[in-house]
């Protein structure tokens, strides 16, 4: 935890000549806005913000006797972050610019202070004088600040604290051109710790203060990020705190501990500590439950205990085992985990006089080779026992005076017994007796036995058995027990496989009163080893079909479901998802993942199932497999999911075991036109070509979509200024799609487009059409290749004219009839011709009185005509007048049709002479 000081200064200013204004202002009048900046705290970063509650005190004249108070207290805590957390620490209060006749100013004020955090919140009081006598002085300012004493001691760094915050933020000022210059600061200072905890973000945000009216902030640029990169002081290492221990059996237990050396964590870990056997055996002479240790946080050091199992039995004199890292959870990558095994020595201390099987003895066929040490081979003691009814054992670890001594085994009627599942209910019977003795070997039967089941320590019994022996004292041969073990299960699986042995000792504690065992006789003990099995078998499987998992693409990651068991569990096991190929039948519409579509079968996910401490364990898994693009068109394929499972004691679900699996193709032709535009003459054809757009390969020898099934593409007209049937004609069939030899689609070359020579003048017309995709979902049309335009060339081109170039009327004939004729062809619609007159010697009004005519040239013909009126007056005029008529426009305008402007003259005979 970082606690900031901001220099949010308290400034104190005292103007004596100022207006009569009587209050306490905050603000003061500073040239520019002073501006606050709020760091956001993102990633295990803590602060808290110790300052003043005002930025600013302004005293005026009529403050004379006033009393004013700066409170120093919290102004800014993190998010759960408490201020109980700085408790302790020292805090500075002092003074600064104070000016040397600050008494004529205040009557009291303090001048420094050092206080510790619990005081706050902390009044630093300051009463104004009421005058000295003296006028006109110059106004004063000063300023207290707070900083940490150098003295204090923060909690240190590596435990919450990751930065330095500096909340201190210049003035801006003003450069030469009148614009505000750029500020420099260092509002984060990174501290070097020791703790391992990734890169860190911390944000820093402009915020108004006060006087800022004049400011405004760009939200895009408001906010700065500052990543903090990790660096580790050296290379950090996760291990077993010494590579070997020795304990003597009857110490009971042995310490140890996981050490982390070099930086330490920022979150506590979960270590997982794995014993292999050796000499030494799991559960006869030693267990170790606590296997999962915890390394706290800020800590370097976990430690847990196994317990050495004090037997009474001869063993040899040192046995070991040792002792790994298997994991670290959760998975850290910052330290390395060294799994390099520590090895436990146990020393053996039990009284010798009693063998157990296994221990190599010489091995006599009589008493005398025996006691003359001649003719004797080295056999395990069982073996010895058993030749020829029975033998003569010397071995070191005898008294002096009893080197020799007649075999008699004693134990159990079995001696390996297997519990499994099948076998519940069932009931067990065992007798301990003696076994084998050497013929003339004294007997044992009345000894004082014990029957004691190894390890004393073991999981809950009544999990495994519903009748339970743990054993006896004081007992005589021969001795007959019983187990029986659970007809159902407890619904918690993979719990520890029982395993243990009973053993049958003789006493003899002469102190309390055990005969001795008979001169000439060495015992041999024979355990009954038991093994029984957790009764609750799990079930785990594929998980069908399921919205829960997105579609299996190409291109694209595949996740497959495993179901878990449906019941608690108590120990860690993994599964396995593989990828097969298939070979079962298929539909018309699918293939199988063949040897063109990247699949790579070796290829496998393993997920382990965990059970967890909040009494509920995981159902459902998930693995991941990276489904292969191939870039081939080809239809949905098959493939097969199978699942396997590393423990005997999980059953997989025969109906889940495998899964069929359908995977979509995402590759696709895409196709268009090659030219998008195609220009024609009336009577011509218009020829098409379809292209292929990219590189896909299809084709049955690559494992791809059967040529025969692609379906052609179709043709649609969609508009154009050129008319259907009059114009052109459309064959709207295109030929299929086939394969190159290269598996690329051919080109298609079709002719949709036929138009028809007339004697029209239309002008340049157009047909628009374009193509869509088939029916069989593997030919997509590309949107900006999917238009065509044709561009019919009309050749008919025509002259519209007058039909004369002058005209002679009389002008008692009243009017003159005017005619425009075409040349070249013929319209398609009417046409409206506007013939305009204009004057000359003959005037409008006076000797004509029309001023134009609108004749209309109807579509197919090629002559149109109207009449101008003559004014039939009594005035005697020139023998001859005239006036100009002329074409001046037509209406629909017609590109392909040229009007000729030249102008005809009419002439008007006076026939008032």
Known sequence: MESAFPLLTAVIELVEDMPDILHLQEYGSQPCAVLYVLVSLLAGCFATIIGFDHSLLHFVLRDAGRVASLTADELYRSPGVALLSIKNVSINIETRSLPNNIDDYFVSFIKQATINSTELPYAVQLEVTRGNGIALQPSISFSYVMSLNPNSRLPPAGQGADVKLNYSFPEFSYNSNNKLNDITFYPVTSLVDNVIEGNELIQVVLLPGPNSANIQFIPALQTATITIFD??????????????????????????????????????????????????????????????????????????????????????????????????????????????????????????????????????????????????????????????????????????????????????????????????????????????????????????????????????????????????????????????????????????????????????????????????????????????????????????????????????????????????????????????????????????????????????????????????????????????????????????????????????????????????NQDVFSVGFRELQVTIREGEVATLFIKQIGNETSGAVIGGFPEGRLTPVRLRYIFGTATGGSDFSLNSSIPRFTYSVNNRLNDITFTPITSIDDNIIEGNETIRIIILRGSDNVVQILKDRQTATITIIDDDIGMLSLERGTYDVIENEGSVEICAVLTGGVLSTDTVITIQARDSTAQLWSDYSTRRIRPILHSSTIKTCDRFNIMNDVIREPLFENFTVLITSVFPENSGLTVNGSPSFIRIRDDDQ
Not at 319 to 341: G, K, M
Not at 428 to 434: I, K, L, N
Not at 605 to 630: C, G, I, K
């Open 231 to 664: 660096k580790t002081n050296s290379p950090t290492t996760l291990s077993i705190e010494r590579r070997s221990y020795s304990v003597i059996e009857s110490e009971g237990s042995l310490e140890i501990c996981v050490v982390l050396t070099g930086d330490i964590l920022s979150s506590s870990v979960n270590i997982s500590v794995l014993d292999s056997q050796g000499t030494a055996k799991r559960n006869s002479d030693y267990t170790f439950n606590s296997n999962t240790l915890t390394l706290p946080a800020f800590e370097n050091k976990s430690c847990t205990s196994l317990y050495i199992i004090n037997d009474n039995l001869w063993e040899p004199s040192y046995e070991s085992f040792t002792l790994s890292i298997s994991r670290v959870t959760p998975e850290n990558s910052n330290f390395i985990l060294d799994n390099t095994p520590s090895t436990i020595q146990i020393q053996d201390d039990d009284i010798k006089q009693q063998l157990t099987e296994d221990v190599i003895v010489q091995c006599y066929t009589s008493a005398t080779n025996c006691n003359s040490n001649t003719n004797g081979v080295s056999l395990a003691a069982i073996d010895c026992c058993n030749r020829t009814g029975g033998g003569y054992i010397s071995h070191s670890s005898l008294a002096a005076a009893q080197q020799c001594g007649a075999c008699v085994v004693v134990g159990f009627d079995q001696t390996r017994v297997h519990i499994g599942p099948s076998d519940a209910g069932r009931r067990y019977s065992f007798t301990a007796d003696v076994l084998l003795s050497t013929p003339g070997a004294p007997d044992v039967t009345g000894l004082d036995y014990t029957i004691s089941r190894e390890p004393v320590t073991l999981v809950d019994v009544a999990d495994y058995l519903s009748s339970d022996f743990s054993g006896l004292t004081n007992g005589f041969l021969p001795e007959r027990f019983r187990i029986q073990y659970v007809s159902q299960g407890n619904d918690v699986a993979l719990q520890p496989t029982l395993s243990f042995d009973y053993w049958v000792t003789a006493e003899t504690d002469a102190a309390a009163g055990d005969p001795p065992i008979p001169s000439g006789v060495v015992l041999v003990y024979r355990c009954l080893s038991i093994i029984i099995d957790d009764i609750d078998i799990i079930t785990v499987g594929l998980i069908g079909s399921c919205t829960c998992f997105p579609p299996l693409l190409e291109g694209r990651d595949g996740v497959v479901g495993i179901a878990g068991p449906a019941f608690t569990y108590e120990a860690p096991f993994e599964v396995t998802v593989s990828l097969e190929r298939y070979t079962g039948p298929l539909s018309q519409d699918e293939s199988a993942v063949g040897d063109f579509d990247l699949f790579n079968f070796t290829d496998r996910r393993s997920v382990v199932f965990l059970p967890t401490v909040y009494h509920f364990n995981q159902r459902v898994e998930r693995v991941t497999f990276f489904m292969p693009q191939d870039n081939i068109v080809e239809l949905q394929e098959v493939f097969q999911l199978r699942l396997s499972v590393n423990d005997s004691r999980v059953r997989l679900d025969p109906y889940q075991t495998t899964r069929v699996v359908r995977l979509n």
